[in-house]
């Protein structure tokens, strides 16, 4: 099994970025899979969630409305449009898959 993530980077408070989690070593199209996050001194929280077609998804209160989970099961990647970026969403961002499944991590740093 093998989760990478990409997309990461510094943003002005505002912006906007698109995170990917490329998946691989299982047949993605049948999980839920999910994004996390971990800021510095901070337990990694939920962000958000999405079911195996991509019908159903869920966020975390403080993303709601201004982030979007998505997948593409023909590409076997799951995404992470987060708008309107705040200061506090500051944080490594992390996919996961089947509980005990992370990625290495892709950083968002959100600074003026």
């Known amino acids: 099994v093998q989760l990478v993530e990409s997309g990461g980077g510094e943003v002005q408070p505002g912006g906007s970025l698109r995170l990917s989690c490329a998946a691989s070593?299982?047949?993605?199209?049948?999980?839920?899979m999910s994004w996390y996050r971990q800021a510095p001194g901070k337990e990694r929280e939920l962000v958000a969630s999405?079911?195996?077609?991509?019908?159903?998804?869920n966020y975390a209160d403080s993303v709601r409305g201004r982030f979007t989970i998505s997948r593409d099961n023909a590409k076997n990647t799951m995404y992470l449009q987060m708008n309107s970026l705040k200061p506090e969403n500051t944080a490594m961002y992390y996919c996961?898959?089947?509980?005990?499944?992370w990625g290495q991590g892709t950083q968002v740093t959100v600074s003026s």
């Open positions: 996961r898959w089947n509980d005990n499944y």
């Open positions: 070593g299982f047949t993605f199209s049948k999980y839920g």
């Open positions: 999405i079911t195996s077609s991509g019908g159903s998804t």
